[in-house]
């Protein structure tokens, strides 16, 4: 028993590895992939053979009960992982879009400085590695705008749109652009804003709903303390391995 109760918990440990790595590496080869995109068919692929390969081993030895648990363990883990890939990315996002509204007030300045709109351009995103390919098509006189359009397409740079449209109007139109710029950077804060109040609105039930995820474990803490032995009943008797 305590040598399937291992096997299954290393087997739990990798499995939680490679679901954990899995994207890590994919974002090490391709930096600016949408991590909501990722594909998920590697971890749920080595988890399935790695089940598979023991779970004859474990049945063999009437290893039932540990089978199971070790299946809640995976599906915990697995939960886990998508929890935290999912605060990662909102992180990122919110960095992303303080770097929208940070490079729009600086190319707001350069321009109010009178420097060039291609300098303009190069001096304001270089400072931020997400918008190198905006400095590098400002430097080589390429398309700003449309530079700006490809990079709004990664998650949380959204914003650039606004920016490329408002340099193209003042491109074709000879417009001022320094003050259409001051205006797109605070819509932009003012979105931000309401993102964040939207945030602030939801942190009561989510606190909430964390706080009923772990009341499972808690209730099985607390009847361990009381004498109850909980753990003996889920896995020793067939109505516990039912529940």
Request: net charge positive; hydrophobic share 55%; charged share 15%.
């Amino acid at each position: 028993m305590t040598t399937s109760f291992l096997v299954c918990l290393l087997l739990t440990f990798s499995c939680a590895w490679v679901w954990l790595s899995a994207g890590a590496g994919i974002r090490r080869i391709v930096p600016d992939a949408d991590e909501s995109r990722l594909p998920s068919r590697l971890p749920v692929l080595a988890i399935g053979v790695g089940l598979a390969a023991v779970a004859w081993w474990l049945l063999r030895g009437g290893g039932v009960q540990v089978l199971v648990l070790s299946g809640g363990v995976l599906v915990a883990a697995s939960v886990i992982a998508r929890l935290a890939s999912g605060a990662r990315l909102r992180r990122m996002r919110r960095r992303r879009q303080l770097v929208v509204i940070e490079f729009c007030d600086a190319l707001a300045a350069e321009m109010q400085a009178g420097a060039a709109a291609g300098v303009a351009v190069e001096r304001s995103s270089r400072s931020w590695p997400e918008l190198a390919p905006v400095a590098s098509a400002a430097r080589l006189g390429g398309d700003v705008a449309q530079a700006l359009r490809e990079r709004a397409a990664v998650p949380g740079l959204d914003g650039l749109r606004a920016i490329a449209a408002a340099w193209e109007v003042a491109v074709h139109s000879g417009a001022v652009l320094a003050g259409v710029l001051d205006r797109v950077a605070a819509g932009l804060r003012a979105d931000d804003e309401a993102r964040a109040e939207v945030t602030a609105a939801l942190g009561p039930p989510r606190a909430t709903a964390k706080m009923l995820a772990v009341l499972p474990v808690f209730g099985l803490a607390l009847g361990a303390s009381m004498g109850a032995r909980p753990l003996q009943f889920l896995l020793h008797t067939n109505v516990g391995v039912g529940c």
